[in-house]
């Protein structure tokens, strides 16, 4: 399982979701979860996980 974070318009995750729809095979699965800063800022990592400040507020790029 691999996960992605990302600032994105409403426009690019439409994109995405038409391309991963192209490129994925039978038994993978995308899930994409839109979501607001105010509610980036109420997520709790608990275990191992990312750094929250190395993503929050940067623009990061896509690659397709």
């Known amino acids: ?38 509610d980036f800022k109420k997520v709790q990592l608990i275990g191992k996980s990312f750094d929250k400040k190395l993503v929050a507020g940067k623009k990061l790029t896509q690659f397709f």
């Open 1 to 38: 399982m691999s996960a992605f974070l990302g600032t994105m318009n409403s426009n690019q995750i439409d994109e995405l979701a038409v391309h991963c729809e192209d490129i994925i095979e039978e038994n993978d699965a995308v899930f994409i979860f839109p979501m607001c800063e105010d």
